[in-house]
Nanobody, 118 residues
Framework: QVQPVESGGGLVQAGGSLRLSCRAF????????MAWYRQAPGKQREWVAT???????YYADSVKGRFTISRDNDANTVYLQMNSLAPSDTAIYYC????????????WGQGTQVTVSS
């Protein structure tokens, strides 16, 4: 299995926006349920959002109303639009198909760093 490739992170001021992209590899992307996770310094990786193959979306309470997950099946890509960013959103963001791989598995990608300054 080839790891997904996340991109689009960066440094942004509080209140700003970023759009993350995740290029997934392998077959049958369109029928996979995809999710974004994040890991802040010193904390465990946590779930952020999910988009199902049928396009239903779900969000963690901490990002609901600010983040939007979407997908482009033709491009094998999942996106995370992040608005009204806060310093608490600072983390490395990862995407994965569900169910997620074990925490220390090599199937996670490198992630993309998001840093929000106050």
């Amino acid at each position: 299995q080839v790891q997904p490739v996340e991109s689009g992170g960066g440094l942004v001021q509080a209140g700003g926006s970023l759009r993350l992209s995740c290029r997934a590899f392998g077959r049958f992307f369109s029928i996979k349920n995809m999710a974004w996770y994040r890991q802040a310094p010193g904390k465990q990786r946590e779930w952020v959002a999910t988009v199902y193959s049928g396009l239903a979306t779900y969000y963690a309470d901490s990002v609901k109303g600010r983040f939007t997950i979407s997908r482009d099946n033709d491009a094998n890509t999942v996106y995370l639009q992040m608005n009204s960013l806060a310093p608490s959103d600072t983390a490395i963001y990862y995407c994965t198909s569900l169910p997620p791989p074990p925490e220390h598995s090599g199937d996670w990608g490198q992630g993309t760093q998001v840093t929000v300054s106050s």
